[in-house]
T-cell receptor
Framework: QKEVEQDPGPLSVPEGAIVSLNCTYS??????FMWYRQYSRKGPELLMY????GNKEDGRFTAQVDKSSKYISLFIRDSQPSDSATYLC????????????FGKGTKLSVKP | GAVVSQHPSRVICKSGTSVKIECRSL??????MFWYRQFPKQSLMLMAT?????????EQGVEKDKFLINHASLTLSTLTVTSAHPEDSSFYIC???????????FGPGTRLTVL
């Protein structure tokens, strides 16, 4: 079993839809969780950072962490064509030597 | 804030030559820098971690003599791909982290094509 599982998609939604992106993980030692957005041929950009179970909201983005289920989500409200990108979850903590363990990324396409 | 730059953004070279890629943290001091490579439609693969003033720690399967990493200052790390071959063609991305925080901030990446 891989440490972090993420459905690669592709995921295609119409503009204005609510998008749900998810990752599961197996290492209960992970303490902090991040979501990155990567446009084609660019470096990843940090979107959200959380370290506790619950929700964290930033504009149209909401990050959700459920440590008991080892499951994290990123919700995008009122999705826009400019949100079309690959979204990578990442996590770390004890047992990862300070490194981030990345999911494979989910490719999202928002159609106008 | 937390801007990381990479140079060059794109390089094409002949097989057998060496290529140096620079990673700079522009507005913060990066105590740790990371080097990743990414093949098309694949996730990031960590190659090595470097702390300023120390030798880099390489991931299993990454040849340290082929991928030379230098982290001589708190704002600059370099990756040199020695004797590059076509199979080294990839997207190389660096990231940087400040002391005491967990977030990594990524550079824009360098696309290496070895002919």
């Amino acid at each position: 079993q891989k440490e972090v599982e993420q459905d690669p998609g592709p995921l295609s939604v119409p503009e204005g839809a609510i998008v749900s992106l998810n990752c599961t993980y197996s290492n209960s030692a992970f303490q902090y969780f991040m979501w990155y957005r990567q446009y084609s041929r660019k470096g990843p950009e940090l979107l959200m950072y959380t370290y506790s179970s619950g929700n964290k909201e930033d504009g149209r983005f909401t990050a959700q962490v459920d440590k008991s289920s080892k499951y994290i989500s990123l919700f995008i409200r009122d999705s826009q064509p400019s949100d079309s990108a690959t979204y990578l979850c990442a996590m770390g903590g004890r047992g990862s030597q300070g490194n981030l363990i990345f999911g494979k990324g989910t490719k999202l396409s928002v159609k106008p | 804030g937390a801007v990381v730059s990479q140079h060059p953004s794109r390089v094409i070279c002949k097989s057998g030559t060496s290529v140096k890629i620079e990673c700079r943290s522009l507005d913060f001091q990066a105590t740790t820098m990371f080097w990743y490579r990414q093949f098309p439609k694949q996730s990031l693969m960590l190659m090595a971690t470097s702390n300023e003033g120390s030798k880099a720690t390489y991931e299993q399967g990454v040849e340290k003599d082929k991928f030379l990493i230098n982290h001589a200052s708190l704002t600059l790390s370099t990756l040199t791909v020695t004797s590059a071959h076509p199979e080294d063609s990839s997207f190389y991305i660096c990231s940087a982290r400040m002391w005491g925080i967990n977030e990594q901030f990524f550079g824009p990446g360098t696309r290496l094509t070895v002919l």
